[in-house]
């Protein structure tokens, strides 16, 4: 697989950020001629992943969230998107619906919603040291699910 294009954003740990995030996404993807539910799914995956960074990531502090999108000519969208907040200490835990570190104020299904939409989704996480959550979906052809 060839990467045909890239871009790189770093947006703060705002929540009106993850608005801003989600449809430079959707801009970038657009390249690709997705169709409007392959669109769909991409930002509401990524409004899910920089959600977190922002939520649980860094929590009441702020830092960086630093994104990269990769064209390719499978042809796919990969998304990483990484903070350098707290980290994960259970991922397999952290990724089963309805589990949240704040009890009450989140429904805890960001993970769960990120695999809905995606064709693959991978996270890497060091307690202290943040998280990298990589999305990827592919154009046309091979469906999510099929």
């Keep these: ?72 000519d499978r042809p796919s969208v990969r998304v990483r998107i990484r903070d350098k907040g707290v980290g994960i200490a259970d991922i397999a835990k952290a990724r089963q619906p309805l589990f949240t570190t704040m009890a009450g104020e989140r429904a805890g299904l960001g993970f769960a919603v990120m695999e809905s939409f995606m064709d693959r989704v991978a996270v890497r996480s060091k307690p202290g040291a943040g998280t990298t959550v990589t999305l990827e979906k592919y154009i046309g052809g091979k469906r999510h699910g099929g």
Excluded: C, W
């Design 1 to 72: 697989m060839k990467k045909i294009n890239e871009m790189k954003l770093t947006v703060e740990s705002r929540s009106i950020n993850e608005g801003f995030s989600r449809a430079a996404l959707a801009a970038f993807a657009a390249l690709l001629d997705p169709t409007v539910e392959e669109l769909s799914d991409i930002k509401t995956a990524v409004s899910e992943a920089v959600t977190n960074a922002v939520v649980h990531g860094y929590r009441e502090q702020m830092g960086l969230i630093f994104i990269t999108a990769t064209l390719t």
